[in-house]
């Protein structure tokens, strides 16, 4: 049964425009109160958001559903996605809910939800609060509405966290770090944890005003990020994403490492030490061909999922696995979070420099990537692409045109009006022609 709200990460859509209305989020926190309150008794809630405008206004409002369905709110202001799900699990609540559009542009909004686990919530569960919205909701009784009370240290409560992921006894003592919070969620407590362990800390995207958030910075942007490591002769770079759910690592010479790098990099370190379980890493299917190679040299295994970092996590739980994620920069680690934590991968990255002595360009070169080429096509309300005869005969020929010299993969975006082609191929030309085929057969058909 397909999801009318719900993508691959949580309800998403353009601020104060359906889906993203303050009347769809209030409706929404009832249905969710509704469905962990269904036995009566006192349950909570913790709510977090990044720091766009729009979060007020939706925050505002779940916490009105919510309540009026006897749910007991905790707001903890802006914090970092992966805050969420570990501090939903601490604080011993029932439901844990983000208001963030992640890499998006301050105009855009969502809403995800986390289990009292700590984990998002599984499909399964999103069906069943979206079942909940087509009928009445019934409230609470008067004597039984639920309070809303904001916790002040929620984001020491993070520092600590994030911290503690750092070997014991370490020090970044003599490291000039730049680090690049995209003017989001995480744009006090990642420079807090960097200066409390000991390092030199310049940062950058640190500067929200409800409008600024991912513009010009972060890990999609990571020019501000990489003229900084070079003009103040930094060591390395560590960029997040507006709510610091994903990081890029940038070398001292500003060069960017993609999550495939780094977690080639932990794969290995990890292996070495006999922390790495099952013997293999969790990624998606848009993760580079030269990661898959580098892991099977190693007598390793990469074992790969739709794209989503819910479906990343979904594999490494289902068959014990505690590393994997995306090539976009989200790093699950689950011996230490429940889902992508930019700044705790980024604190790996950190204690590799540390332990090896080597330069951040020596350590984010772990393997040759295999030419890639991904572009987008945008369409419009209604449309439907990929059904089109023209479109499936370009991707039949094209994939035969690749045979077995590389891969192609064509996707519908699950957070965007989307058409993603992407595809692999040794002969960069063949390559390039490959996927403007595809490309031009999308855009006609739009």
């Not at 707001?75 to 699990?89: E, H, N």
């Not at 070169?365 to 449309?383: C, I, M, S």
């Not at 085929?437 to 058909?445: I, L, M, P, R, W």
């Amino acid at each position: 049964m397909a999801r009318k709200f719900f993508g691959t990460d949580g309800v998403r859509g353009r601020a104060n425009t359906f889906p993203m209305t303050a009347e769809l989020a209030l409706k929404l926190g009832a249905a969710a109160g509704r469905y962990f309150r269904q036995d009566g008794n006192e349950h909570r809630v913790v709510i977090g958001k990044d720091t766009r405008l729009s979060g007020y206004m939706l925050e505002n409002a779940l916490t009105a559903g919510l309540t009026s369905t006897g749910m007991n709110v905790f707001l903890l202001g802006p914090m970092p996605t992966p805050a969420i799900g570990l501090l939903t699990k601490s604080m011993r609540a029932d439901l844990g809910v983000m208001i963030s559009a992640s890499h998006n542009p301050h105009y855009d909004n969502g809403i995800k939800f986390f289990g009292p686990d700590g984990f998002k919530l599984s499909d399964a569960a999103e069906h069943e609060i979206e079942a909940l919205l087509d009928g009445d909701i019934l409230p609470a009784q008067p004597q039984n509405i639920g309070r809303a009370k904001r916790i002040d240290d929620a984001r020491g409560r993070y520092v600590e966290r994030a911290k503690a992921t750092f070997p014991s006894g370490l020090r970044l003592d003599g490291l000039k770090v730049v680090i690049d919070c995209a003017n989001g969620a995480a744009y006090k407590a990642a420079p807090e944890v960097l200066w409390e362990l000991g390092a030199e800390v310049i940062p950058v995207g640190v500067s929200p005003n409800g409008f600024n958030i991912n513009e010009g910075c972060g890990s999609t942007n990571t020019s501000l990020a990489a003229e900084t490591v070079v003009a103040h002769g930094a060591d390395v770079g560590i960029c997040l994403d507006g709510d610091a759910d994903r990081v890029m690592v940038l070398d001292e010479t500003g060069q960017v490492a993609d999550g495939d790098q780094l977690m080639a990099l932990l794969a290995t370190r990890w292996h070495e030490a006999g922390l790495l379980k099952g013997g293999a890493l969790v990624a998606t299917v848009m993760s580079n061909l030269g990661l898959e190679r580098h892991m099977e040299a190693q007598g390793l295994r990469l074992e790969r999922t739709n794209v989503g970092d819910r479906y990343v996590v979904a594999a490494m739980r289902e068959k014990g696995y505690n590393l994997g994620g995306e090539q976009s920069g989200h790093i699950v680690m689950t011996d230490h979070s429940t889902t992508g934590d930019g700044l705790m991968a980024g604190l790996q990255f950190l204690a590799a420099m540390v332990q090896t002595g080597q330069a951040a360009s020596t350590l984010v070169r772990q393997f040759e990537t295999v030419p890639q080429k991904l572009e987008n096509v945008r369409f419009g309300a209604g449309k439907q692409p990929l059904n089109e005869a023209s479109v499936q005969a370009a991707i039949a020929q094209a994939e035969a045109d690749l045979q077995s010299n590389g891969r192609l993969l064509i996707r519908k975006s699950g957070t965007e009006p989307l058409i993603r082609v992407m595809a692999e191929c040794e002969d960069e030309g063949h390559l390039n022609a490959v996927v403007a085929s595809v490309v031009q057969a999308v855009e006609a058909a739009v």
